[in-house]
């Protein structure tokens, strides 16, 4: 019989020391996935299954007919393109508003830096019903009701994009920057060439917190778009909610497909992301 080596039996032995936290976290794992299947295996049936005793465990065979039934109510295959094309474009406006901000508000010194900080941070904590009458009111005056740039601009600038990347750009050394101005690059490269791809990681986290944002945006959205065939989906599957009659299984179906946008973005975007949070829990 061979004896175990030490750097085995040490594994063997951490294992077993772990086997609780390992046990806690794959219990916790399956009770977070519980919502999720659920969603899958109601997405698969009629509505009225999913009242029924028992319920159903398994994936059913109405995927095809609630797909058609959703297409028809709602023309979801219009409503996923106006809701990337919303995400995409402001996700692309708000990162490069918030890493410019973030950019200036960490390295350049000027007069009132602190205070346009402090009033940037206060912004997050006005409430967002307290903005919808004012911005209503701008929206309409500009005559911008029911168009997109309406639901894009009044948030372009988030106060949290901007102290994000503050935060980012505040450990970049000073002594790179001053080197390479030194050798002649103008701010724009200096930024572009050395800041920015130090930020990375960071960056991915604020696409993918953007992205979100937008993406799952409910109320504005839904006090700016009047036709049918401008809503996101937040907005189209709201529609499905009648007084007398919801239509889960289609609900759920349309849920479902919408959580595939972030999936496939997280997915894109993980091993940056990841680094990012490694980045700021580990320092020297």
Known sequence: MTRATPAAAARLSSAIRHAPIYLVLLVGGVISLIPFLWMIIASTHQTSDLFGTPLPVLPGGELLTNLARLQTDVNFGR?????????????AFSSVVSIM???GLAKFK?????IALGLILVTMMIPMQVLLVPLFQMMASLGWIDTYQAVILPFVASAFGIFLMRQSFLDFPDSLIESSRIDGANEFRTFYRIVLPVARPQIAALIIYTFMTQWNAFIWPLLMLNTEDNYTIPVALNTMIGLSRVDYSGLMLGSLLATLPLLILFLIFQRQFISGLLGGAVKG
């Open 79 to 91: 409503v996923m393109v106006n809701s990337l094309l919303l995400a995409i474009v402001y996700t």
């Open 101 to 103: 901000a973030g950019y």
């Open 110 to 114: 000027f007069r009132g830096r602190g």
